[in-house]
């Protein structure tokens, strides 16, 4: 079972709040990445970061920022959230040995 | 522009069947490859990773290359109802982020 956690797994808050998704990995794994993925549509990549206070904006252009002060800790925070932000968003880390990108269980955003 | 496309299908199989699903990248540079399986609503887990040209074969499963073509395919024996799911075709550079296609939605009827 993979060791990488996302929290909170689904949230439904108003337009305009403030809200952080915590992904947390127990590996050591130095390279984490964030995905947003809309129902039955594909993936995409958004933030990604290749260790600490590394941080790097992905293909699809996102309103969230990301932060990476902690080699085990890759939270994503929407400053003011919009229904347009809801969607489901997937983190992921990756282990360079290995080659291989394992995902959390994911956190299901809906903005009212 | 990298790009990785697959036939959104859904494709439809029977019980006992051998399902093929396909892929095709635009970077010729590409050097992993990767197909992930996704559940509804769930996240997408690994089945098979290849790196090098030909078929690699794990229990039902075979991925085949084809650099030359910038293809992998994925070979599915026996194919089962549990298998219904949609198929992620995946690729990266050493040190970049995998890139993903859109998914094909396979479906085994019993």
């Known amino acids: 079972e993979a060791d990488i956690y996302q929290t909170p797994r689904y949230l439904v808050i108003g337009t305009g709040k403030k809200i952080t998704l915590e992904c947390s990995q127990t590996?050591?794994?130095?390279?984490m990445y964030w995905y947003q993925q809309d129902p039955g549509m594909e993936l995409h990549l958004i933030h990604y970061?290749?260790?600490?206070?590394?941080?790097e904006k992905g293909d699809l252009s996102s309103e969230s920022t990301v932060s990476r002060i902690r080699t085990e800790h890759f939270p994503l925070t929407l400053e003011s959230a919009r229904p347009s932000h809801t969607s489901q968003y997937l983190c992921?880390?990756?282990?360079?040995?290995?080659?291989?990108?394992?995902f959390g269980a994911g956190s299901r955003l809906t903005v009212l | 522009q990298k790009e990785v496309e697959q036939n959104s299908g859904p494709l439809s199989v029977p019980e006992g069947a051998i399902a093929s699903l396909n892929c095709t990248y635009s970077d010729r540079v590409s050097q992993s490859f990767f197909w992930y399986r996704q559940y509804s609503g769930k996240s997408p887990e690994l089945i098979m990773s290849?790196?090098?040209?030909g078929d690699k074969e794990d229990g039902r499963f075979t991925a085949q290359l084809n650099k030359a073509s910038q293809y992998v395919s994925l070979l599915i024996r026996d194919s089962q109802p549990s298998d219904s799911a949609t198929y992620l075709c995946a690729v990266n550079q050493a040190g970049t982020a995998l890139i993903f296609g859109k998914g094909t939605t396979l479906s085994v009827s019993s």
């Open positions: 970061s290749y260790g600490v206070n590394s941080t």
């Open positions: 290849i790196y090098s040209n």
């Open positions: 590996m050591g794994h130095d390279k």
């Open positions: 992921a880390s990756y282990a360079s040995g290995a080659n291989v990108l394992t």
